[in-house]
Structures are given as C-alpha cells and as structure tokens.
C-alpha cells in the first residue's frame, strides 16, 4: 500500500470513529515491532502530538535489550519524548497468581495510566490492527463470551485509542517498507504456545487458505456486532436506571420491574446488573431463579448478593456483619452521659425509678432497664442467625430472624443493626424494640435509660 494511500486511510477511520482529537497530546505505546512503529509515523505524519512509552520486561534476554535501544534511538531520530521503564514480570506473577501474557497486560497499562495523569496527556494509543481484531474474536469465542466478545477490540475504548483497527497487517509492513522504516520482530510471537499465537500461526492461515475472503466477511461480523452491541448497551443503560437503585452503601434491583422489562431474557438481564459487582453469568441465572426465594444469597469476589421480596440486594462483603464487639462500660457511660469509641451514638443516665413514666420511652430508641443492669458485661455486636430474644410483653422467645423477617427488612438492614446484650442476652436490638431482661419493675430503686440520638 502506497504511504499516502495508508495515512488517508488511517485517517478517515480516525475521523469516522471519532478515535483522537487534533488538539490533544497522546501517550504511544511503541514496543519496536512493525505494528508500533507505523502507528507513530503515522501519527505524526498526521500532525499528532505524540510523547512515546516502552515497557521492558526483561523476558527475552538481549532481545529486550535491542528493543528499548530501538525504540530510544527512533524517538530520538524523530524528535519525541520517550518514557521507558523496566518491569519485574516473574515478581508479579508470582504475588498476583496470573500468566505472564496477563502479568505483562496489568503492568503495561497501569504504569500507561500513572503517566497519563503524571504527563496530562489525553489517551493512550496503542496498535492494535484488523488482524489482531480477528484473533481477539476468536479468541472470545473459544472462551465462550457473550455479544460484547463478539465485537472484539473497540476504536475507543475508556482512556485507550486504536487507530490502526481499520488496517491490516500486510497494509503495515508495506507502509514501513514503502518509508525505509526499520522495526524489529520479537522472536516470542513466532512460538506457538499462547492461545493467540496458535491462532495467528496455525488456524488462521489455514482458514484463509480455505476461505480466501475469510477476513473481509469477518470483520463485517466484527462491525456489525459493534453496533448490535451499542443497542445491547443502551437498552441496559436503560434497566440499570430503571430498575437499579442506589441508597448508600447497598445497590437493589427491582426485580418485579426488571422481569416486566426483560420478559424471557431474565437471566441475562440481572447478569448485566451484577456483573459491575463480580459475578458471573452462572451466578446470575441462578440470581434469576431464585427471585421468589427470599433469604439466598450469593458471594462474588468482593461482593454478596441478598435475594429479598421481589428485589436483589447487593452490598460491599465488608459491609456484612462482622465479629467486632464493643464493651460498654456502663458506669462510665453513666458519669459522662454517652459511651466513647462505640460504632453507635448511645446516651446514657441514671433516674430514680419512682419517677420514670414508661410513656416517655418509645421503646425502640429509647429503652430502659432496672438498675441492676449496670453489674452485668454489656457487649454491642451485631445479630447472629441462631440468636434469641424475649420481647417486652410477650411469653417465651423469638429468633431474631424471625423479628426481622416480620419487619421485612433488607438483608443489609439485618447485618447493620446493632444488638445489646447483657451476659450475653440480647436486652435491645437498637431502633427496633427491647427486652423483657431487667425491666423496671414495683421493686425497683433506680433505672438506667439508653437512647440513640435526634430520635
């Protein structure tokens, strides 16, 4: 291909896909290779400003070596900045538990990031051409993706630009040689042991052996499902705002409504609304299935998600009840009117029994106990599911969970509430009601009332 006929090429695909903008400063991760090079003449040939980034991975010996030198040296020829850094790749994998293709991916573009906000620079631009593109496809394929897989890499995607997504690999290497650009070629892609290798060596060729217009009717798919995957993306814009309801710390979908807007699609639809959250596509399907059975819940790396009725609530997993127990030193709660270092705001003071009106207390934020409360070890904690309690007026005990179902709290609710036990039995659950334990009664002297505050 004939160097203007590329640099008109590239640029109608930038200006058709809105890929960078003329008035912008990008990062250019330039490795040394064919792809990488071109990018960077191109861009500059289309008046770009560019400041150049290489990684060093120090995996293949010398080889690594002669790459930085490379790309240094044609920096310096062409009048660009050039970052370079030096990566420990075996550390990471070893500590992260991922494959060198992985462990490399994560450093390059974090490190790519750190210097986009250190540089103020507009994106990073990378070289990714139309046949990786096809490997990207089938690669998602053979791991078994959905639509978004089908339509491989994006021109733009989030703080990473690819112009070069409209021109192949051959259209490539004739631009280099059409300008007497050097490159070098990393021996690592000739080895056919990584999934894309295998594809780019073995199977592809092949397949276009079989099917000489393989590649045009594939990158047709490719743009095809690029827009399917638009309208797929907008109408789930439309369910999360919808159906989606953010208050605080917990996420709840409304699961009534999502059914009413994804009729036979359920599964796929809550797999949209929780996967942001950790959790698979198995996961969703049995999210789904289990929407008319409150109480199942589902954990995700980072994440639990509470079946309730007609709703799914998902909450941070750190914000799930805890072991942590906190003592009350009642007496000193007593001398200042309210305890130190607890996670609730609970004051506290001592009245004479016989001018306590119960009508004073709701019971439910304001509680109080007979005296002899104060002798007993005070613990607030948070509920457990075999828990007990004995309500005010009424025989006998309930489990807590019980109480709780009655209420029909959330399952956030449940794990955020506070309960005060008094040697280790449940006198209060904060906000809901208190215990029939150490009630004021005809024999009693003094009273201790505990009140949460502006109830």
Not at 163 to 168: D, H, K, T
Not at 219 to 231: E, V, Y
Not at 313 to 328: C, D, M, N, R, V
Not at 331 to 341: E, Y
Request: glycine share 6%; aromatic share 8%; hydrophobic share 40%.
């Amino acid at each position: 291909m004939e160097k203007m006929v590329f640099i008109e090429k590239v640029e109608n695909f930038i200006a058709a896909h809105r890929v960078l903008c003329p008035n912008e400063q990008y990062l250019v991760a330039v490795s040394g290779g064919a792809d990488s090079v071109v990018l960077l003449h191109t861009m500059m040939a289309l008046g770009y400003r560019c400041t150049v980034a290489h990684c060093n991975f120090h995996l293949r010996g010398e080889e690594s070596v002669r790459d930085e030198r490379h790309v240094v040296a044609l920096c310096k020829r062409l009048g660009v900045d050039c970052l370079v850094t030096h990566f420990d790749v075996p550390a990471y994998e070893r500590e992260h538990g991922v494959s060198t293709e992985m462990a490399c991916r994560e450093l390059r573009y974090a490190w790519f990031r750190r210097l986009l906000a250190e540089h103020n620079l507009a994106a990073v631009v990378v070289a990714h051409h139309s046949d990786d593109n096809i490997e990207t496809l089938f690669l998602n394929i053979l791991r078994g993706s959905g639509i978004a897989g089908m339509a491989a890499m994006q021109p733009v995607s989030g703080d990473v630009r690819r112009p070069l997504l409209g021109v192949s690999r051959h259209d490539i290497e004739e631009f280099a040689h059409a300008i007497g650009e050097e490159y070098v070629t990393d021996s690592s892609n000739l080895e056919s042991i990584v999934k894309r290798n295998r594809l780019r060596n073995i199977v592809l060729p092949e397949l276009r052996r079989q099917f000489p217009q393989a590649d045009a009717g594939i990158l047709r798919t490719i743009a095809s499902m690029q827009q399917c995957n638009g309208l797929y993306r907008h109408f789930v814009g439309e369910l999360q705002r919808d159906c989606l309801h953010h208050d605080g710390i917990a996420v709840r979908i409304d699961m009534k409504r999502l059914a009413a807007r994804s009729g036979d699609y359920l599964a796929s639809a809550v797999f949209e609304l929780v996967r942001q959250y950790g959790f698979n596509s198995a996961q969703a399907a049995e999210l789904a299935a289990a929407a008319h059975s409150p109480g199942r819940r589902f954990l995700s790396a980072t994440h639990t998600a509470s079946v309730g009725r007609n709703s799914i609530e998902i909450f941070p997993s750190s914000a799930t009840a805890g072991e942590e127990e906190y003592i009350l030193d009642l007496p000193a709660m007593l001398r200042h009117g309210c305890g130190c270092n607890l996670p609730v705001e609970i004051h506290a003071r001592l009245t004479d029994a016989s001018r306590f009106s119960p009508r004073s207390l709701d019971g439910k934020f304001s509680v109080c106990f007979d005296a002899s409360i104060i002798g007993c070890r005070l613990v607030l904690r948070h509920w457990r599911k075999a828990d007990r309690f004995r309500p005010f007026g009424m025989r006998g005990s309930r489990l807590v969970s019980d109480i709780f179902s009655d209420l029909k709290l959330s399952e956030l609710t449940k794990r955020s509430l506070w309960l005060l036990t008094a040697d280790d039995e449940i006198v209060w659950i904060l906000s809901i009601r208190s215990s029939a334990c150490h009630p004021v009664g005809p024999s009693s002297s003094q009273c201790v009332i505990l009140s949460l505050p502006h109830k």
